[in-house]
């Protein structure tokens, strides 16, 4: 086996496993919405393609229309 495919095989599933990661924590966190208080989670692909620092997202509060980065909180809501 080429030595390019057995590494093209390694980043795949590094790949697959991350976004898996991501979209479990994702299914795990939520977010207070700092204008309205509302307590809410996004979906899995907001979640993992949502503009991040360390520990917020970028995310729109369904309720109010708030957009900001706010701080992933553990546990569902």
Do not use: W
């Amino acid at each position: 086996m080429h030595p390019a495919f057995v590494i093209l095989i390694i980043v795949a599933a590094y790949a697959i496993i991350m976004i898996v990661f991501a979209l479990s924590r994702g299914s795990n966190s939520h977010f207070i919405c700092p204008k309205c208080a509302c307590d809410f989670q996004v979906t899995g692909p907001k979640y993992l393609f949502s503009p991040k620092t360390f520990n917020t997202h970028y995310v729109t509060c369904p309720k109010c229309g708030y957009h900001g980065f706010l701080e992933v909180l553990p546990g569902k809501e």
